[in-house]
């Protein structure tokens, strides 16, 4: 650890105080609604790959909110 933050062991243990900090912060608000995004880049003449994806997007209409095709 002393080697990866340059040497030095006031780095080493100030990276390891901010590791846990973030940690815990991470820990604290994960118990909320999350957001996200999914991207996918497929190619369109794969055999029956647009049937299982409108498939996928059906199961799971309860936590889609919107679709995009470009």
Do not use: C, F, P
């Amino acid at each position: 650890m002393i080697e990866r933050s340059g040497g030095n062991r006031s780095e080493a243990l100030r990276d390891l105080i901010r590791s846990r900090l973030i940690e815990e912060e991470w820990v604290s608000t994960a118990s909320g609604d999350a957001l996200a995004t999914v991207t996918l880049v497929y190619d369109h003449s794969k055999r029956e790959l647009a049937d299982r994806l409108l498939e996928v997007g059906h199961d799971n209409h309860d936590a889609i909110m919107a679709t995009m095709l470009v």
